[in-house]
């Protein structure tokens, strides 16, 4: 079993559209969601959402945890039987089934992830979509004095030290679509975002992540009507 954690903070129409687009997955998951203070707006379509049953575990917090607090929080709400965590963002849209089986079987213990980020200061996964054995995950968790991303990249380059996986699949988007920004920039000013370059080499001591170009899936499921992706394609105008 999954546990899927998302958190999120405002952004309503791709809050709405992720959640309702994830019931499309194969297989055998759970979805616990933290709410990072968001509007009334958007806790009102939460409790509708887990009122149909799309939520399994509904999370409401009074301050925004910002992302390497948010996730280990939710995190302790896992199902006991889940051997796995699946760390998703809430401005997603599913465009196949078979996403999580795909991951699934690429997956080795460590990490995979959805999406890749080339370059400097190192090459890494994206954290969007990051799946990854549970236990691992309780035994470093996110280090909150990186509240934002390089909470993630911390944690990859802690797995690759274990001498264990880390993946990430460059090409996705036959699986799942990342609108990116849904949540606004609070992680512009957050805790660890000004660490030097030099410092996240220091990470990785020149261990490199696995690189996958693609998953040749075409189950893809994709509505270019949807609100979220209407909305998408007009604030890119």
């Not at 019931?23 to 998951?29: A, L, R, S």
């Not at 996110?142 to 090409?171: G, P």
């Not at 998953?215 to 994709?222: C, G, K, L, R």
Request: with cysteine; hydrophobic share 35%; glycine share 6%.
């Amino acid at each position: 079993m999954v546990s899927i954690i998302m958190l999120v903070h405002g952004a309503p129409i791709y809050t709405k559209n992720t959640i309702e687009t994830l019931q499309k997955t194969e297989g055998n998951f759970e979805l616990i969601v933290l709410d990072n203070n968001s509007d009334k707006k958007t806790k009102k379509i939460l409790l509708k959402l887990q009122e149909k049953g799309y939520i399994d575990k509904l999370i409401y917090s009074k301050v925004n945890t910002l992302f390497a607090k948010g996730n280990n929080i939710a995190s302790n709400f896992c199902a006991e039987e889940s051997d796995k965590i699946v760390l998703l963002n809430s401005d997603i849209d599913i465009r196949n089934k078979d996403w999580l089986k795909e991951m699934l079987k690429v997956h080795k213990k460590g990490i995979t992830t959805l999406g890749l980020v080339e370059g400097k200061p190192w090459t890494r996964g994206d954290g969007y979509c990051l799946l990854i054995d549970k236990h691992l995950y309780l035994k470093y968790k996110l280090d909150e004095e990186f509240e934002w991303w390089w909470s993630v990249t911390k944690l990859e380059a802690q797995i690759l030290h274990d001498k264990l996986s880390v993946i990430a699949v460059k090409n996705h988007e036959n699986l799942i679509f990342h609108y990116g920004k849904g949540s606004g920039n609070d992680f512009k000013n957050v805790k660890g975002m000004q660490i030097e370059g030099e410092e996240i080499k220091k990470w990785f001591a020149r261990k490199e992540i696995k690189i996958i170009e693609s998953i040749p899936n075409q189950n893809i499921d994709y509505n270019p009507k949807s609100k979220a992706n209407r909305y998408f394609q007009k604030k890119k105008m």
